[in-house]
């Protein structure tokens, strides 16, 4: 299967992302959660898809005892920026579950997968996903994940810059300059995926800007089954206890699935 290369994003964006995953996204709250899931449960061997510049990494080096750690990612300029901070951890550049036979060890006691990789996943490479994961762990493995009920814009928008206004669901709420009002909302019969396009304006009067975009909407029931088909035979949901108080707090699972 042919990949987009975004292995030579700029560097900034790195940087850009490192500032949103830390400091802006969630609280760190699924930071939280794989952190003390993986301390109730002592894993020796983890491996972290979609590691990016490495925040999980960093709540993860103070466990005792220290497991052992993996990273994978398919942005170099992440990786890089990771690497700079943290030279010990090992990390991988390319595509999971691609890489499987190439360059990734088998065995691992647990497999994390956060931010929005789910909810943004087309619906036809989870199961490819789940399998990845189910071939990597030990026999009694497990998974950590955390993703968005339902539509995942509305919880991202509220933590970004104004610079990111335009890519996410404003639909009427003042953000930096811009109000956005929704114009069209084209459901697709499957409803896997929506389309939106927004008008733009400013404090000075109707925009000219109409972005059109697309948002996976993830149902969680469907990714239930689809874990289930790989081989996950115990799935539990945890509650969010990191939450805000904002509506979009209620759109956050926490899920551990394990090998049966």
Avoid: W
């Amino acid at each position: 299967m042919t990949r987009p290369d975004q292995s030579q994003a700029p560097a900034r964006d790195a940087i850009c992302y490192e500032d949103i995953y830390t400091v802006e996204y969630a609280n760190k709250r699924d930071v939280e959660f794989f952190r003390n899931r993986l301390a109730d449960q002592h894993c020796e061997r983890i491996l972290e898809v979609g590691c990016g510049t490495g925040r999980v990494y960093e709540a993860l080096r103070d466990l005792d005892p220290q497991p052992s750690y993996v990273g994978i990612d398919y942005s170099r300029s992440a990786l890089k920026y990771f690497s700079e901070r943290h030279p010990e951890a090992e990390t991988i550049e390319g595509f999971f579950p691609d890489c499987l036979s190439t360059k990734i060890e088998h065995d691992f006691d647990a497999v994390m997968f956060s931010f929005n990789g789910l909810s943004y996943m087309p619906d036809k490479r989870r199961p490819e996903f789940f399998d990845g994961c189910q071939r990597v762990l030990h026999e009694r493995g497990r998974m950590l994940l955390h993703f968005f009920r339902f539509d995942p814009a509305r919880l991202i928008l509220a933590h970004q810059p104004e610079a990111f206004v335009k890519e996410f669901d404003v639909n009427g709420l003042t953000v930096g300059k811009y109000i956005a009002t929704r114009m069209m909302d084209d459901v697709e019969p499957n409803a896997t995926r929506r389309t939106f396009s927004y008008r733009f304006s400013d404090a000075n009067g109707p925009g000219e800007i109409v972005k059109v975009f697309d948002v996976f909407q993830c149902h969680s029931e469907r990714i239930f089954e689809q874990i289930r088909a790989a081989g996950f035979t115990e799935i539990t949901l945890f509650s969010d206890p990191y939450a805000t108080g904002y509506d979009a707090a209620a759109d956050d699972v926490y899920l551990e699935a394990r090998l049966g």
